[in-house]
């Protein structure tokens, strides 16, 4: 026998098992039962239960065979969908937004009524004034699926982090400034001066004035002392109406007298004011980019009336959407409740554009002609079939009853001062001088002296007074 067949009788050596197999060993591993599957008409029987049953979820759970999470999650639908959240829901992922129909409309016509408003500002609107739930982020999907989408904008670099600031109270910090515009009828440039409180973003006192003198100015902020109260601190920039550059200006020596701190910004810092720089932002953009004063004193309670929705009936972002007043008012909110009863609810419409204007038309037939009447300011116009027009101007001596007074913005509750002073008048008419009546009355002087000297030079006396004859 070779060795070749030697080794072909031996049976092959097996090589010992060290474990069970794969499979054996899958099969040993005890399977977790699957959760219980419920009908909705199940759940709602069992929500009822528990409620009834006055037992804690961990306790009852066990007793349905079910998760004290699933209660949870069952009474969490049914509260905010009804017996329809008990319904099965299928997984994947959501296709939409599932928004009431009533958010999603009020979403929609918010940004048609203004177009400049983001998804923050429409966010804030909805939950303060109509009580709508919807989160920022949700607001801008469903304006995107409007169609209102942002313009791109073209990336600038952003040289430093902006830093902030906020005092913990009101009436611990004060920041005011100065803007300054034009009123576009008489093409006059005006002076607009305010003070804000830090805390709160409310505005305590403004001034409205010809000039930007640092009179005006602390005129303005003893107003607003008179109302509020006194500062701590008045934040300032290093405008001549705040700061001199020898000695103490007229301001400083002013918060001196009264305990106040002034705090003066770096120069060419217009970040350190940032909250009352904001502010100017939304006064152009929300009421004088658009609107049309007939003078200074119109301008002036029309913007009182802006500062007096700003106050009470906008939202603010920086404040977590509250109203202004919410917080300068925390702890006195009955004399907010006092102000706010003289806002009129339609401040901003009357702020950009004053009074409404009363429309008037009438058309009919006198006898076989066509006639028709409406109204162009204070006139009424009378047109014919043929277009010939005539006028009836009913501003006219007569026409007005004596007892009639026309009709007058209310007056703003914001803390202001009236515009008159030195240096607030109305520009004089063109061709005249403020000097005239000056220098009328010293050319009768002169011509007195005159003819005082030539009754002298002449040799005649002149008449002795009325006392030295007596």
């Known amino acids: 026998m070779t060795l070749d067949d030697e080794f072909e009788e031996q049976p092959p ?32 029987l069992i929500l009822d239960s528990w409620t009834r049953s006055g037992l804690d979820a961990k306790d009852f759970a066990p007793l349905v065979c079910c998760s004290p999470a699933a209660l949870y999650k069952w009474k969490r639908r049914f509260e905010e969908h009804g017996p329809a959240g008990l319904e099965k829901q299928q997984a994947g992922k959501r296709h939409g937004n599932k928004l009431p129909e009533v958010v999603r409309r009020s979403i929609l016509m918010l940004k048609q009524m203004h177009p400049e408003w983001g998804q923050e ?30 313009p791109p904008r073209r990336a600038k670099p952003h040289p430093d982090k902006p830093r902030r600031f906020e005092r913990a109270r009101p009436n611990q910090l004060w920041q005011t ?9 008489q093409n006059r440039r005006v002076h607009l001066v305010a003070f804000m409180d830090d805390h709160s973003r409310f505005v305590v006192g403004f001034g ?39 000695g103490k200006s007229a301001f400083t020596k002013l918060c001196e007298r009264r305990g106040i701190k002034q705090i003066v910004a770096r120069p060419r810092r217009p970040q350190t004011l940032g909250k009352v720089e904001r502010f100017w932002g939304s006064l152009w953009r929300e009421c004088l980019e658009s609107a049309v004063f ?8 029309r913007i009182g009336l802006f500062m007096d929705h700003y106050n009470f009936h906008r939202t603010h972002q920086g404040i977590g959407g509250l109203f202004p007043a919410d917080r300068y008012f925390s702890s006195a909110p009955e004399v907010k409740e006092t102000l706010a009863k ?49 006028a009836v101007n009913l501003s006219a001596t007569g026409l007005r009853g004596a007892d009639e007074q026309p009709d007058a913005l209310p007056e703003p509750v914001t803390s202001s001062v009236p515009s008159s002073g030195p240096g607030q008048e109305e520009p004089p008419a063109p061709g005249t001088s403020p000097l005239d009546d000056v220098l009328v009355d010293l050319g009768a002087i002169l011509d007195e002296g005159n003819e005082a000297a030539d009754s002298q030079g002449t040799g005649v006396e002149p008449a002795a007074s009325t006392n030295e004859e007596a």
């Open 342 to 390: 003289r806002v009129a609810s339609n401040a901003l419409e009357l702020a950009r554009d004053g009074l409404p204007r009363k429309d008037f038309y009438l058309t009919g037939r006198v006898g076989d002609v066509g006639i028709s009447l409406h109204a162009e300011g204070e006139r009424v116009i009378l047109t014919s079939e043929d277009g010939t027009r005539e």
């Open 177 to 185: 400034d100065l803007f300054t515009f034009t009123l576009k009828r």
């Open 121 to 150: 500002r429409i966010h804030f609107e909805l939950l303060r004034t109509q009580g709508l739930q919807a989160s920022a982020s949700t607001v801008g999907k469903v304006l995107e699926e409007g169609g209102h989408t942002a």
């Open 208 to 246: 409205l004035h010809a000039s930007a003198s640092g009179a005006l100015v602390r005129e303005v902020f003893e107003a607003a002392i008179a109302s509020y109260g006194r500062p701590e601190e008045i934040l300032t920039d290093n405008g001549a109406q705040y700061v001199t550059w020898r």
């Open 294 to 301: 007939l003078d200074l004193e119109d301008a002036r309670r």
């Open 13 to 44: 050596v097996s090589k010992p098992k060290l474990g069970g197999s794969r499979r054996s060993r899958s099969k040993s591993k005890s399977k977790k039962p699957k959760p219980r599957q419920f009908t909705p008409a199940q759940r709602l």
